[in-house]
């Protein structure tokens, strides 16, 4: 299996991965246990005009929900699948290294996020995993229990 796991790309973007709907986003989030809140990024990207269908997980230090947010929609993982809100995002940070991993209890919820995913070719489990990355500048490890990883 080939090294570049997704994880490492979301290192340094604020994109974990991409999901058809925002429906799927907000369920991703259900069974990542680190996830509280969400964010379907659906605005066209400049450069193709082409739909992102982005989703971005975040966790309880998100900063604010922002209103007004063209393009976005966005819920909390409490809420029922299908309550979306429109036009609204969470803001959160580029330096939460943590805040890119995907934590779920068993290998059957990663399989389940793993499905949602729009561009993943392959996935891996890791009961308890040790990620080293960097954040400005400065060398980060995490340990990371229930570690899915998403491959590219």
């Not at 998100?62 to 947010?69: D, F, G, L, N, Q």
């Not at 609204?88 to 330096?95: K, L, M, S, Y």
């Amino acid at each position: 299996m080939k090294l570049s796991a997704y994880f490492f790309a979301c290192a340094s973007a604020k994109v974990m991965f991409h999901t058809r709907n925002p429906v799927d986003c907000h369920d991703s989030c259900v069974l990542n246990r680190v996830c509280q809140f969400w964010t379907f990024d659906n605005r066209p990207d400049p450069e193709t005009e082409q739909k992102r269908h982005e989703c971005h997980h975040q966790n309880y230090d998100s900063y604010e929900s922002i209103h007004e947010a063209e393009f976005m929609q966005c819920g909390s993982f409490a809420e029922e699948q299908g309550a979306v809100h429109r036009n609204c995002r969470f803001e959160f940070g580029d330096n939460d290294f943590g805040r890119k991993f995907i934590q779920t209890h068993t290998p059957k919820e990663c399989m389940e996020i793993y499905n949602l995913c729009r561009e993943c070719s392959a996935y891996e489990w890791k009961e308890y995993d040790t990620v080293t990355g960097e954040v400005n500048g400065e060398s980060v490890t995490e340990h990371v229990p229930g570690h899915c990883l998403l491959f590219i």
